[in-house]
């Protein structure tokens, strides 16, 4: 019975997290999602970033703003999950 009961409770988590990784990636009203931006690429530099229009999506102003918080690891380009990851904190 705890068995069950664990597992079921692993697969409510992972299932949690398929799922919010799912709703991230299309974008939403406030930021626009990675694939639009990108252009087919599967990483934007900082410069990328830059020439992207923030008064259309508020939200780029803040990855703007934070590039190097938002690049996990550290290689100087944002891929999807960063992205991604970056969007879904809250924001001040």
């Not at 020439?51 to 780029?60: F, M, R, S, V, W």
């Amino acid at each position: 019975m705890k068995t069950t009961r664990s597992l079921l409770l692993a697969t409510a988590i992972a299932a949690a997290g398929i799922f919010s990784s799912a709703a991230f990636a299309d974008g939403n009203a406030n930021y626009p999602s990675f694939a639009s931006i990108a252009g087919g690429k599967k990483m934007l530099s900082r410069d990328d970033i830059n020439k992207l229009d923030e008064t259309k999506y508020p939200a780029l102003k803040d990855l703007k703003a934070h590039f190097d918080d938002a690049d996990l690891d550290h290689d100087h380009n944002i891929n999807k999950y960063e992205y991604d990851h970056f969007m879904a904190l809250p924001k001040d």
